[in-house]
């Protein structure tokens, strides 16, 4: 496999339920994100981490928590979730080094709570 | 703070140039990009200019930058209906990326 691969693809959970988003990067890059895409609205970067050290947590809600075990996977692990949380969320990777950082995305997971 | 526009819709006939335009605020962006988006997929990196430069041509994309109005723009020459996507401005700043709305790209056959 290459690029940067979600699962699942679509999922469906209701308020009370615990679930979680699974990313990996098969390009050798060092840092990896979580984005949320929503209608109409510009992307808004959810967490960074880089070399697996957390850099930038954008005032997200802690109903929403990563993980980053290696530099080769992300997980958001999601519990008691609200509807406005439905959304597309995109996991992205890029090198660490240097000002051009180029993200390459994965196809992204498109949540629906319930 | 950063800020990235671009208008929402673009409707263009197949054949004919697309244009597609962006502006930003930071004028410490080092570089700017722009990422295409099909349905049901993630962004796709297109083209990015380092922010020195004025122009970039990459086959049927050329990039223009106005670095003194803060305006960036994606030309399409020669739209097919494989160009229908949403297109989205970016500008980099550090390790900050920030995207702008998308403008949705129709191409009329």
């Known amino acids: 496999e290459t690029g940067v691969t979600q699962t699942p693809r679509h999922l469906v959970m209701g308020m009370t339920n615990k679930k979680s988003l699974k990313c990996e990067q098969h390009?050798?890059?060092?840092?990896m994100y979580w984005y949320k895409q929503s209608a109409k609205k510009p992307l808004e970067l959810m967490f960074v981490y880089n070399f697996k050290e957390q850099t930038e947590n954008n005032s997200v809600p802690s109903r929403f928590s990563p993980e980053c075990p290696n530099s080769s996977h992300l997980f958001l692990h999601l519990h008691t979730l609200q509807p406005e949380d439905s959304a597309l969320y995109l996991c992205?990777?890029?090198?660490?080094?240097?000002?051009?950082?180029?993200?390459?995305f994965g196809n992204g997971t498109r949540l629906t709570v319930t | 703070g950063e800020d990235v526009e671009q208008s929402l819709f673009l409707s263009v006939r197949e054949g004919d140039s697309s244009v597609i335009n962006c502006t930003y605020t930071?004028?410490?962006?080092?570089?700017l990009y722009w990422y295409k988006q099909e349905p049901g997929a993630g962004l796709q990196l297109l083209t990015y200019i380092f922010s020195n430069m004025d122009m970039k041509q990459d086959q049927r994309l050329t990039v223009l930058l106005n670095k003194k109005d803060k305006h960036l723009s994606l030309r399409i020459a020669d739209t097919q209906t494989g160009d229908s996507a949403i297109y989205f401005c970016a500008e980099s700043m550090n390790q900050k990326v920030t995207f702008g709305t998308g403008t949705k790209l129709q191409v009329i056959p």
């Open positions: 930071d004028s410490s962006s080092t570089y």
């Open positions: 992205a990777s890029s090198q660490e080094e240097g000002p051009n950082r180029p993200l390459h």
């Open positions: 390009l050798g890059h060092n840092a």
